[in-house]
């Protein structure tokens, strides 16, 4: 290579690394280049499948090192330890969350006003609502003072995830204590969500510019215009949804109730004592996830006891009677609160399969019990024999396809027929038939 080649090629360099070098004054470009966002769809009640649906949105977002998270939201509320389990994560993400509650008709209820409230840029859709957020005991009516305890706890975390975020903490307690609620443009009005947008790059070019916080760090948000990359239930999450509707709990528990009465009525049965005891523990899955009055299972379980007393004891159907009033119940009182509700229907059908089903148990038992007894000794009174010895008072009789020993308190022939009064042993007591009933 001649001196002449290199410096040619020395000033292409120089050409290539000046153009390629930073204007000073211009802006520095976006970091990453080419970055994208995640996004995923919490929609039900919260519960640990909510919570373990997030925790697998956000992994993914860090690992991949997304430039932001958006969270789609539609929830009634649910479990308040599901609830801080999601904020914890969000308030110490590495990458920012875009909190939106959508679509058009969607709400963030009760523990969805927290979740809503501590995403780094948070939206609603128009047509959608946010609030109240008043604790709820899941066991039942709390007292005056482990009320106000729960009241006092829930609006603090309130105040402390909205100071967090820069939001209105004043309405926040409010939320919680009076259970106010608000439209999306009253949300936006009172500084509990950042604005309103309809669609997702909406909500992007409306975020883009904005700045958000961890600790003393601040970092200005760019995500216009950038690819979306959506998170799709995978068949364990959908499964798990699935366990999680209460209607389908209901069933479960239903089933399991059933096909460990039915293997105790009929042991070595084996089927449905299997499919009941799997049904029963999918179940108790299902309510783990649920705001499950324990008064409604107590009652469904003592429904169940009595089922089976009715079948051990005659008591005429006032034991079965006792079980479809005990089922009713307990089904009616299994979930409490707007994030847990069987279908009316549901619960009316399954009281009267159950009622139907045991009236035709118990009728075929007391239609049993009026019926002459046709096995053993007893079965055999009532029955007709021929003489085929002759009975003086001793000699052979033919049953069927069988040969008795008879006695009779008078002579009859070969060939007549009789009928049994009794059975001594291996001895049938016999008289003859009389002729009008013979012809």
């Known amino acids: 290579m001649t001196w002449r080649r290199i410096a040619r090629s020395g000033v292409i360099l120089a050409i290539a690394l000046t153009a390629a070098a930073p204007v000073p004054g211009d802006a520095a470009p976006r970091a990453g280049g080419g970055g994208r966002v995640l996004t995923v769809r919490l929609d039900g009640p919260v519960s640990p499948v909510m919570a373990e649906a997030f925790d697998h949105a956000l992994d993914r977002a860090e690992e991949g090192s997304y430039r932001a998270l958006v969270v789609e939201i539609d929830t009634p509320g649910g479990l308040e330890s599901s609830m801080r389990t999601i904020v914890k994560r969000m308030l110490g993400s590495q990458v920012p969350i875009l909190t939106w509650v959508t679509p058009g008709g969607a709400r963030a209820a009760s523990a969805g006003v927290f979740i809503t409230m501590a995403g780094d840029i948070a939206a609603m859709s128009p047509g959608t609502n946010i609030g109240a957020a008043t604790p709820v005991n899941l066991q039942g009516p709390m007292d005056s003072t ?24 004043g309405w926040a307690e409010e939320a919680v204590r009076k259970a106010v609620a608000a439209s999306e443009t009253e949300a936006v009005e009172l500084d509990v969500v950042d604005f309103v947008a309809g669609t997702l790059p909406e909500l992007l070019a409306k975020a883009d510019g904005r700045t958000w916080r961890r600790g003393d760090m601040s970092r200005i948000l760019e995500v216009k215009d950038l690819p979306v990359d959506r998170i799709e239930p995978g068949l364990r999450q959908r499964m798990l949804t699935v366990l999680a509707d209460p209607n389908v709990a209901y069933v479960l528990l239903l089933l399991g109730f059933y096909g460990l009465l039915f293997e105790l009525q009929n042991p070595g049965a084996i089927l449905p004592g299997v499919v009941g005891g799997i049904c029963l523990i999918l179940a108790f899955f299902s309510l783990s996830t649920l705001s499950v009055n324990y008064a409604g299972v107590a009652l ?43 279908s009316l229907g549901l619960i009316v059908g399954a009281t009267l399969a159950t009622a139907l089903f045991l009236g035709f148990i118990v009728g075929a038992g007391l239609r049993a019990q009026s019926r002459r007894v046709r096995t053993g000794a007893e079965g055999l009174v009532g029955a007709r024999a021929v003489v085929i010895e002759r009975l ?15 006695r009779c308190d008078e002579v009859v022939e070969t060939g007549t027929e009789v009928e049994i009064t009794g059975v001594d042993r291996l001895t049938l007591r016999v008289r003859p038939v009389a002729k009008e009933a013979r012809t």
Do not use: C, Y
């Open 300 to 342: 469904m379980a003592l429904g169940i006891v009595f089922f089976i007393a009715e079948v051990k004891v005659a008591s005429h159907g006032l034991l079965a009677a006792g079980g479809v009033i005990s089922m009713l119940l307990g089904s009616l009182f299994l979930f409490q609160g707007e994030t847990a509700r069987v």
């Open 146 to 169: 482990l009320a106000r305890k729960a009241t006092s706890d829930a609006a603090a975390f309130a105040r402390t995830v909205a100071a967090q975020r820069g939001r209105n903490s």
């Open 392 to 406: 003086a008072p001793r000699g052979w009789v033919r049953l069927g396809d069988e040969r008795w020993n008879a």
